[in-house]
């Protein structure tokens, strides 16, 4: 099981950048997908997360309106589009995964922490600087 996030780096305030997190070695469909980032000297924070079947999804208010997070079946990939990026943006993200989860966990549903994360891939840094 591996989890491996790309697509970090250096973008203008106001700019964008979509973050993969592709999945090998299990399907999503028994997985809840989380975004995480960390500041320097700041604590791991969780961002958003996506439900097991992609219908529901959870975001942190702060990121509300300006993230997304997505999920691509056939890739066996989550996604998170950053858009109107700020400068307090700036940090490494982690995504990560929690299962597998039985037929009975509610789709509706998913953690917001790290605690009950059973993957993580490696960080990819994103700055937002001018």
């Known amino acids: 099981v591996q989890l491996q996030a790309s697509g970090g780096g250096l973008v203008q305030p106001g700019g964008s950048l979509r973050l993969s997190c592709a999945a090998s070695?299990?399907?999503?469909?028994?997985?809840?997908i989380g975004w995480f980032r960390q500041a320097p000297g700041k604590e791991r924070e969780w961002l958003s997360c996506i439900s097991r079947s992609g219908s529901n999804t959870y975001y942190l208010e702060s990121i509300k309106g300006r993230f997304t997070i997505s999920r691509d079946t056939f890739r066996n990939t989550v996604y998170l589009q950053m858009d109107s990026m700020k400068r307090e943006d700036t940090a490494v993200y982690y995504c990560?995964?929690?299962?597998?989860?039985?037929?009975?966990?509610?789709?509706?549903?998913?953690?917001?922490?790290?605690?009950?994360?059973?993957?993580w891939g490696k960080g990819t840094q994103v700055t937002v600087s001018s």
């Open positions: 990560a995964a929690e299962g597998p989860l039985p037929i009975t966990y509610s789709d509706s549903v998913c953690s917001q922490s790290l605690d009950d994360m059973n993957y």
């Open positions: 070695g299990f399907t999503l469909d028994y997985y809840t």
